[in-house]
């Protein structure tokens, strides 16, 4: 049963993901208009007009960036009040992801209208395109109302999408829109620990994308969630992120700091490690893998310095970054540690580290660093 619900539920994402390349393909697909017509359907507002405007907002940058300037943002919310609320939340969804147009929807209180709104939905699918507008919204701050009223309002649309991905917890749509607009919000500090208890409490239901793209940007060396993170089953479904090109970024940062509390667990899934090494030597996410390997190294007890370096091949991943001396900063820092643990752990890797020196006479910074590790 439960693989059967996982089936479904991965087959859900693959959807998203195809959706979201078909509108790549359907901006393309959308015939251009220019400013001139796009300003005589406005002047026009007919049944047809609106529907061709609102299929203009999914267009090229350039067309969207026009219907803004000759007043795109006033037209559509003018329809807002009107029985064409859907093509006006589509059409304001498309124009608000371009931030010139933040300060005119701030100034025409949408935000505060769409607060009230998301509630009068028809039916899911109505809430759906609501909730993503709102996403979309969500992003905008004020800098005029006070920092005391964006809180109040950050608050209010955490609130929002935290009730309904609550009350819907098996519509994936709605749990989709939701954590976007979770998303939106990952900066504001006081939602912070329960947006990161919220995306542990809900992997592996057909949205990981967008729950590992917010702990990628939740996470940091703060204790709290790193345990909020241990107490989930990410370790678990760990191995599988891994194996999925989109997700490999937002898993190895989390595994990064993960490993500065857990090594042991890491060390202890060989299905991880075998996904990390398949990465590595794919030569795909090195800095994040090379800070992984820093952190493993830094954290682990004496006796497993060795194996980590023997099981991940730190020394021959190193000796091929050494050819570009891609990720300098990083690449110094891991070279730091081992030659401060053992110098003689970096001895193959020293004809490679004096061409480098040769190559960066001009960079006295790098020098001096190369220049420690090579005494």
Partial sequence: MNSLLHQKRECFSLKIRRNEIEKIFKEKRI??????????????????????????????????????????????????????????????????????????????????YMIDE???????????????????LAKFKSDSQGEESNIIEREKLFNIFWMYQKKYPDVLKIQQECFHGFYALTKVTFIQNELMELCCNNLNKGIDNIILKIMYYLINDYVKFVQILHKSQFIQFCAKYLQISCRQKYTLRILYY????????????????????????????????????????????????????????????????????????QTLC?????????????????????????????????LRKLQLILD
């Fill in 258 to 329: 993960y490993a500065q509390y857990y090594v042991e667990t890491i060390l202890q899934n060989k299905d991880i490690i075998h996904q990390i090494i398949i990465i590595q030597n794919s030569q795909m996410h090195q800095k994040q893998i090379i800070l992984l390997h820093y952190a493993m190294l830094f954290k682990c007890q004496s006796s497993q310095f060795m194996d980590i370096i023997k099981e991940f091949e730190i020394i021959h991943n190193l000796k091929i970054l050494l050819e570009n001396f891609q990720y300098e900063q």
């Fill in 118 to 136: 998301v509630h009068r939905y028809k039916n899911l699918e109505d809430l759906s395109l609501r909730l993503w507008f709102l996403s979309v």
């Fill in 31 to 112: 015939p251009q208009l220019s400013k001139e017509m796009m300003l005589d359907l406005i002047n026009n507002n007919d049944q047809e007009s609106i529907n061709r405007l609102t299929d203009a907002t999914a267009g090229s940058k350039e067309q969207t960036l026009d219907l803004i300037q000759i007043g795109g943002i006033q037209f559509f919310y003018e329809l807002l009040q009107s029985k064409e609320k859907t093509n006006a939340i589509i059409g304001l969804g498309n124009l608000c992801s371009e931030k010139s147009v933040q300060e005119e929807v701030l100034e025409l209180k949408i935000i505060e």
């Fill in 334 to 366: 891991l070279l730091a540690l081992l030659k401060q643990t053992n110098k003689e752990l970096i001895k193959d890797l020293i004809p490679d580290l004096e061409r480098v020196y040769q190559n960066k006479k001009e960079n006295e910074k790098t």
